[in-house]
């Protein structure tokens, strides 16, 4: 699965975003996707991740509330809805692929493929 993100940009506190992820490959609904993202100076987190069919999410704390995750299985796309931007979620963000959907916080070295990040800039 070759996976490519877009959609990132600059945007005020308190805006809205939406991430595209576009995926090849006839094998994507076979895998559940997520979303992570890494502000400078840290660590890639988790963000959100959604199973194959899209009938079960799951997101971290810190998004909650203000961000959705869902998927189009018929254009190959995944979306990161993100609402009520705040300027601690500046950061890349990464779509990626796994086999296996949980509905826990979700690593790094369980996903399998990743697209390059798009920058997600928000201002205060």
């Known amino acids: 699965v070759q996976l490519q993100a877009s959609g990132g940009g600059l945007v005020q506190a308190g805006g809205s975003l939406r991430l595209s992820c576009a995926a090849s490959?006839?094998?994507?609904?076979?895998?559940?996707m997520g979303w992570f993202r890494q502000a400078p100076g840290r660590e890639r987190e988790f963000v959100a991740t959604?199973?194959?069919?899209?009938?079960?999410?799951y997101y971290a704390d810190s998004v909650k509330g203000r961000f959705t995750i869902s998927r189009d299985n018929a254009k190959n796309m995944v979306y990161l809805q993100m609402n009520n931007l705040k300027p601690e979620d500046t950061a890349v963000y990464y779509c990626?692929?796994?086999?296996?959907?949980?509905?826990?916080?979700?690593?790094?070295?369980?996903?399998?493929?990743w697209g390059q990040g798009t920058q997600v800039t928000v201002s205060s």
């Open positions: 990626a692929a796994r086999k296996v959907f949980t509905s826990t916080r979700n690593y790094e070295f369980e996903y399998n493929y």
């Open positions: 490959g006839r094998t994507f609904t076979s895998y559940a």
């Open positions: 959604i199973s194959w069919s899209g009938g079960s999410t």
